[in-house]
């Protein structure tokens, strides 16, 4: 079983909402990933967890908050967010580390308004 | 740091025609590189990568690339293309310790019948 699953697939939310991004992998990897796509532009690194501890935050604003409960789950709770905040998140997951391929799954695509 | 630059953003070619995508980073150390390929609505997946060794790899769909040091080039190549081949494509590089990781711009690759 090599799938990411990321839920939910659409969200739309106003800019006092909260809400949560989940994402699942069952393939043993102790590294995982957020992304950020905005349209028609590469994917950007927001968080790295690795191990179930958070490794690498790329500068990314206080209003979105990751977590790993174990190391088959990763969260991204979402509060107070912006327009320009509306994306393409996507979730992946590795062995161990970014040198190594990432799994990466369908993503949760996000408009707030 | 490194970086990654994918020069062409549009690749327009007719099916059964060879193609190349190309790649260039930069970085003052020795880097991994990695091509993945993001079909409409739907995550990344990995096509091939280079870590060490020969320079010619192989990846899944009948893609290669090649690792030129002293070009600081990745280019793709497929010799002949099919419909489903039709997809954005990007280069991407990671350091040595799995600390960083940057996609190009991508390549939005088009196969016309």
């Known amino acids: 079983d090599t799938e990411v699953t990321q839920t939910p697939k659409h969200l739309v939310m106003g800019m006092t909402n909260k809400k949560s991004l989940k994402c699942e992998q069952h393939?043993?990897?102790?590294?995982m990933y957020w992304y950020k796509q905005k349209a028609k532009k590469p994917p950007e690194l927001m968080f790295v967890?690795?191990?179930?501890?958070?490794?690498i935050n790329e500068s990314v604003p206080s209003r979105f908050s990751p977590e790993c409960p174990n190391s088959s789950l990763l969260n991204l709770h979402l509060h107070a967010l912006q327009p320009e905040d509306s994306a393409l998140y996507l979730c992946?997951?590795?062995?161990?580390?970014?040198?190594?391929?990432?799994?990466f799954g369908p993503g949760t695509r996000l408009l707030v308004l | 740091a490194q970086s990654v630059t994918q020069l062409d953003s549009q690749v327009p070619v007719f099916e059964e025609a060879p193609v190349e995508l190309r790649c260039n980073y930069s970085?003052?150390?020795?880097?991994?590189l990695f091509w993945y390929v993001q079909y409409p609505n739907q995550g990344l997946q990995l096509l091939l990568k280079?870590?060490?060794?020969?320079?010619l790899v192989k990846g899944i769909n009948g893609f290669e690339a090649e690792f030129n040091k002293s070009q600081t080039s990745f280019h793709l190549r497929k010799p002949s293309v099919h419909i489903s081949d039709t997809a954005e494509y990007f280069c991407?590089?990671?350091?040595?310790?799995?600390?960083?990781?940057?996609f190009g711009t991508g390549t939005s690759l088009t196969v016309i019948p």
């Open positions: 992946a997951s590795s062995h161990r580390d970014l040198q190594e391929t990432q799994y």
């Open positions: 393939m043993g990897h102790r590294a």
């Open positions: 967890y690795s191990y179930e501890k958070l490794s």
């Open positions: 970085s003052s150390v020795s880097v991994y």
């Open positions: 280079y870590l060490s060794g020969s320079t």
């Open positions: 991407a590089v990671s350091d040595r310790a799995g600390n960083q990781f940057y």
